[in-house]
């Protein structure tokens, strides 16, 4: 069985209220289950976030963290988030509604 290994190291969002790649799975293999998911506000005003998972080729367009919000200083554990596996080739998007506010740690095991 595969280990847990870091895969997203404070990732962020460079163009506010747009969703953007911050993990591709690989190709090979069953993909990637998410382990851990850490959003972090390291802003001075509350700030949200939305998390998608996508399937090769495809847009991100239904997240499955619809919407959070992570309050200035704080953190979110992104509930829903850890355990859902993103398939061979998909990614792991996330969107925040400003630039450069929440960084995005990620956890998780190449099946």
Do not use: C, H
């Not at 969002?13 to 993990?23: G, K």
């Not at 591709?24 to 939305?50: D, H, L, Q």
């Amino acid at each position: 069985m595969a280990s847990s290994t870091l895969i997203v190291n404070k990732g962020v969002n460079t163009v506010a209220d747009t969703p953007q790649s911050i993990y591709t799975s690989p190709a090979r293999g069953s993909g990637t289950i998410i382990t851990a998911f850490t959003a972090v506000n390291n802003s001075t005003s509350n700030k949200s976030y939305k998390a998608y998972i996508v399937d090769d080729g495809e847009p991100a367009e239904n997240p499955q963290q619809p919407f959070r919000v992570v309050i200035w200083a704080d953190i979110d554990l992104g509930t829903g988030i850890e355990g859902q596996t993103i398939p061979p080739g998909g990614s792991l998007y996330v969107e925040a509604n400003a630039a450069n506010s929440v960084y995005f740690t990620v956890s998780g095991k190449k099946t």
